[in-house]
């Protein structure tokens, strides 16, 4: 995934960012907050395939064993029954999961599962994922078309689109990369919601 080089240097630049370790037990502590991130980003691989649609999971930095190789997942339920996003001041998240079917629907006995559900559930103001697979140019040029019209200039205190023209515009650039993989994109939240900016 060489893009993802480039969406993360997109965020340090930004937004500041900063690495998250890969391993479970260090999401599962960031996802624990409250307040700790403003924005989750996910570049990586997900799944939520037919044979096992109740649990969707997103791919983590793999650990070698004595036994082999053992890979490391986040699992949908995990965010649903540990994540505590919202912060003292109220204010929500905005998670984005760049990878493959990470905001597909799923089922379970109670109701609707999946990444979007849990995250939103746990009170992330927004949430943008995918549908199906896809490629490695339109998930950047939707992620950082979409962040770019959220901020808006680079005013402290000037406010962006809302998030439903950022998504509108964050298609229009995808689309451009001539794959028609950006079809695949969804964002869960509010449509006249702004990101609001601190100096």
Known sequence: MP??????????D???????EPQPASVRKLLAGPGAFDLLHFAGHGMAASEDINEPQLLLQGETLQEGYM??????DTVETRANLVSQQDNRP?????A???????????GIGGFAAAFLSTEAGCFVGTLWSV???????????????LLGDSRPTAAGDTIAVAARKARD????????TWLS???????HARLLRTK
């Open 3 to 12: 893009e993802a080089s480039k969406e993360k240097q997109f965020l340090i």
């Open 14 to 20: 930004h937004f500041s960012a900063q690495a998250a």
């Open 71 to 76: 890979q490391n997942f986040l699992r949908a």
């Open 94 to 98: 905005m998670v984005t999961v760049n």
């Open 100 to 110: 493959c079917q990470a905001g597909r629907a799923t089922y379970k006995l109670t």
């Open 135 to 149: 490629t490695d140019s339109p998930a950047r040029y939707f992620t950082e078309s979409f962040y770019a019209a």
């Open 173 to 180: 650039a995808a689309k451009k990369s001539g794959d028609p």
């Open 185 to 191: 994109y969804v964002v869960y939240g509010h449509p």
